[in-house]
């Protein structure tokens, strides 16, 4: 019928006093309130997270393997790109980049629904990962284990700079 609007759009956006129905009944709602996603399908999301998973995952291979040729530009990417993944999962270079990507949009979802940018170390302390999601192996110690390997890859490139330097 011409006379009459349509009802829906891809992504709703609620009434300006309501809070959003986050977990709503279609996965294509959209995010409204996130800062980074907002006006995104969860979708769309999940697709773009695990296209750049699969690049990081690429690239951490790729600085592991030319170690060896040029150690500080390979420490550099390796210890950034586990600051950005290493977060959601200790193994995330060996992970399957969908898995992950699912985990990351998750944790996106549940800021969305609160409205708030907690971080994941606090998602994951609320149990939020003992559901269907899981810890996998019980990694909630995950940090002080990658804050010791980031210690001890700092202790190698001052060892390797001294040598440099005194050589």
Same mark, same amino acid.
């Given at each position: 019928?011409? !006379?009459?609007e349509p009802t829906s759009s891809p992504i709703a956006t609620p !009434?300006?006093?309501?809070?959003a129905d986050i977990g709503a009944t279609s996965f294509d709602r959209g995010f409204i309130?996130?800062?980074? &996603?907002?006006g995104k399908s969860y979708q769309q999301v999940q697709r773009e997270v695990r296209e750049e998973i699969g690049r990081?995952?690429?690239?951490? &291979?790729?600085?592991?393997?030319?170690?060896?040729q040029s150690e500080h530009d390979s420490l550099t990417?390796?210890?950034?790109?586990e600051r950005r993944w290493g977060t959601y999962d200790f193994d995330w270079a060996e992970m399957d980049p969908a898995a992950l990507a699912e985990r990351v949009v998750t944790f996106e979802r549940e800021r969305e629904k609160r409205r708030e940018m907690i971080s994941f170390d606090e998602y994951r302390a609320s149990g939020a990962l003992t559901g269907g999601d899981g810890d996998p192996g019980g990694r909630s110690g995950g940090l002080s284990i990658r804050l010791i390997v980031i210690a001890a890859v700092a202790i190698l490139a001052v060892v390797i700079l001294v040598a440099l330097l005194s050589g």
């Open positions: 019928m011409p !006379d009459q !009434d300006p006093g309501e809070p309130w996130h800062p980074v &996603h907002k990081d995952q690429r690239s951490h &291979h790729l600085a592991l393997e030319g170690a060896e990417s390796i210890v950034e790109l």
